[in-house]
């Protein structure tokens, strides 16, 4: 056994060594030429940041837009190439980048020294400053980082403002990976302020008036004050392709351009529009998060099933080596975070083929599915009288026959109740995909909220969508219960 052990323990570390990227895997630069080949510029953003990045209806469509998806359009076209935007929290960025996910990171990103020991950065194409976000009402008590002293301050995981935030004397800081979040922590009262970036603060206050923001004196390095677009260390072919259209951009004073055609999309459905019609403005963002909420929960439950009845007869064998290899995918599924698992499976695949978020998602889900499906069942059968199996033998049913007419029929019954829970919560734990930029419920109701300027509303919206869609998968299976019970 200890034998056993050891031999999977040495298996899963090679296993993990061989996906962990390194850098020799980008040793060798082609990477322009490797845009160029397949005409597509993948891009990674984050699509909560207005004026640099937001969700707006273009042409009856959701698209990103902002300046820096003006940007990197201009950089596409002077490749020749088709852009691709895959949208993703903030920090989750450097590692699907770093995963080979996508070619370059372009989303207001500061280049500071320690995000250069990861990835290589463009030169500097817009120079910012550093706001702090507070409630209307208390802009005569915070007008200054002192005036701060011993508050709690809300900030961006992995920014720049999480590491000026630490300037504030004797600060509690509330790290979360949304903007939306952040602002919807102070309009409760979670938190006192929120240090952000400038354009993206005025952007906010503008668009609500029971928000003020100022300009924050923070001690800041001069590669600080700037945004950069982020690319892998070693890729200097495609860096020098960036630059050189960065540099014709604030040659023509484009710029200006781009942060223009920002606030004509932020300014396109005013305040009072979206609050007069909310759900006729974005019930087609629920609509399509609640369809692909169901896609990955549907096809998840059918693998899962396939994959929790194979595994339960595993764990059932007599043979050791086929019992402890499902045993073993069992604990180790159940043992580690489904948020972790998608992570793992999607940024690991990054390093070897694309492999599509939804794909990855939904193989993530499956597979954690499965171990539970399986104690389910393996519970269950285990639950049927073995007077059952030896009576079937003894009327010369084989093992087969045996399973399928005899003891399966049984331990659906009591099964089916474990079952349905489990349906239940595959719908609910299918929103963990959105960290990787899967347009399921949750990552439509974070662009919403990015392009309503509104916190709670939308939240609401997708509270019922998910008790409807809950509730009657409940009441399905009930009835199928029934219909059991009573046969």
């Not at 349906?423 to 309503?452: C, H, Y």
């Amino acid at each position: 056994m200890k034998k056993s052990f050891k031999a999977f323990i040495a298996f899963f570390i090679l296993a993990v060594t061989l996906l962990v990227p390194t850098q020799s895997v980008y040793a060798e630069d082609g990477s322009l030429d490797r845009v160029q080949e397949k005409g597509q510029l993948v891009i990674g953003t984050s699509g909560d940041f207005p004026p640099f990045e937001f969700y707006a209806e273009v042409d009856g469509e959701q698209q990103i837009v902002g300046m820096d998806m003006s940007i990197a359009q201009k950089i596409a076209d002077d490749m020749g190439v088709e852009l691709v935007i895959r949208d993703m929290e903030f920090d989750s960025l450097i590692p699907a980048l770093e995963a080979n996910n996508i070619d370059m990171i372009v989303a207001g990103m500061t280049p500071t020294a320690e995000r250069r020991q990861s990835v290589n950065f463009s030169d500097i194409y817009y120079q910012t400053f550093q706001n702090i976000m507070v409630q209307a009402e208390d802009k005569g008590i915070y007008d200054s980082v002192e005036s701060l002293r011993g508050q709690k301050v809300g900030v961006q995981t992995a920014s720049l403002q999480e590491q000026l935030a630490e300037q504030i004397p004797d600060v509690e800081l509330m790290q979360l990976g949304n903007i939306n979040d952040l602002i919807l922590a102070l309009q409760t009262n979670r938190i006192e302020a929120i240090v952000m970036q400038g354009p993206n603060a005025v952007a906010h206050a503008e668009n609500d008036n029971t928000l003020y923001t100022f300009e924050g004196d923070f001690e800041l390095d001069e590669q600080d004050q700037g945004s950069a677009i982020a690319m892998r260390i070693g890729e200097d072919s495609l860096a020098a392709a960036v630059n050189e259209s960065l540099g014709e951009i604030l040659d023509q004073n484009l710029i200006e351009e781009y942060l223009g055609t920002a606030g004509e999309y932020m300014a396109g459905t005013s305040e009072e529009d979206v609050s007069d019609n909310f759900l006729g403005t974005y019930w087609t963002y629920f609509a399509d998060g609640m369809y692909v909420t169901i896609l990955i929960s549907v096809i998840s439950v059918l693998v899962g099933m396939v994959l929790g009845f194979i595994l339960s007869l595993m764990r059932l064998a007599k043979n050791f080596v086929i019992r402890f290899l499902a045993s073993s995918y069992v604990e180790f599924i159940r043992g580690t975070p489904l948020m972790i698992q998608v992570m793992f499976i999607y940024f690991g695949a990054g390093v070897f083929f694309d492999l599509p978020a939804l794909t990855a998602g939904i193989i993530a889900v499956s597979l954690n599915s499965g171990a539970y499906i399986c104690e389910i069942i393996r519970g269950g059968l285990n639950s049927v009288d073995s007077g059952q199996s030896e009576a079937a033998r003894s009327l010369g049913m084989s093992k087969n026959q045996t399973m399928r007419y005899i003891l399966f029929p049984q331990a659906l019954k009591n099964i089916w109740p474990a079952l349905g829970n489990e349906f239940i919560t595959i719908i609910k734990e299918s929103s963990i995909v959105s960290v990787i930029g899967v347009g399921e419920l949750i990552f439509q109701t974070r662009i919403v909220r990015s392009a309503s300027f509104k916190g709670i509303l939308p939240l609401f919206v997708t509270m019922m969508v998910y008790f409807f869609l809950t509730f009657t998968l409940t009441k399905i299976l009930n009835y199928f219960e029934g219909r059991m019970n009573h046969d």
